[in-house]
């Protein structure tokens, strides 16, 4: 029963972590930290088992982190983006322009006439003015591994929902993971 208690919780911490390390957004984390939540109190259990004081207050402590990570991702977090989509769904019937939420820059998909090509991870902003200079957006590679970084102009893009259109795909200037133009 301990082994069989072992894997379970084995899994739901491996799976746990790696959906909140994932970073694919406010439900998908807040259900990592569901699943890191089972994964704590399954260690909980084996420590009772097993006698294991160190692996006991470890996992208590976890469980109280988890349920933390829970109200953030889904509760708190979640209730903000969904004060976002209303202001920006408010804000098309507005005289004036349209509104987006800036968190949508940091992972946006993005695609120009020729189809998707990337996803966005940053974008850059004046102190002063608050405008938008460009948008970094990642393309290819796995986790970051072997991604190539471009830098879109915000005058040739446009936010459509929660997609970042570029004018262009082609003749876009590649950026150094470290070295972002200044303008």
């Known amino acids: 029963m301990n082994d069989m208690i072992s894997w379970f919780a084995t899994a739901a911490t491996v799976g746990g972590v790696l959906l909140t390390a994932s970073n694919l957004g406010t439900r998908t984390t807040g259900s990592g930290f569901i699943i890191l939540l089972f994964g704590s109190l399954s260690w909980i259990v084996v420590s009772l088992i097993s006698d294991q004081q160190a692996l006991l207050w470890t996992n208590v402590v976890l469980t109280f982190l988890n349920i933390f990570g829970i109200w953030r991702w889904l509760g708190r977090q979640a209730a903000v983006e969904e004060g976002a989509k209303a202001a920006a769904a408010a804000s098309e019937d507005a005289a004036d322009e349209t509104l987006f939420p800036v ?81």
């Not at 820059?105 to 405008?131: E, I, N």
């Open 103 to 183: 968190s949508l820059l940091g992972r946006a998909k993005v695609s120009s006439a020729a189809g998707p090509f990337g996803t966005c991870v940053d974008a850059m902003a004046g102190t002063s003015s608050g405008r938008l200079a460009y948008v970094v957006v990642s393309e290819g590679g796995v986790a970051g591994l072997g991604e190539r970084l471009f830098k879109v102009p915000w005058s040739e893009a446009r936010v459509e929902g929660e997609e970042l259109i570029a004018a262009r795909a082609g003749n876009l200037q590649e950026l150094e993971k470290d070295e972002w133009p200044a303008r």
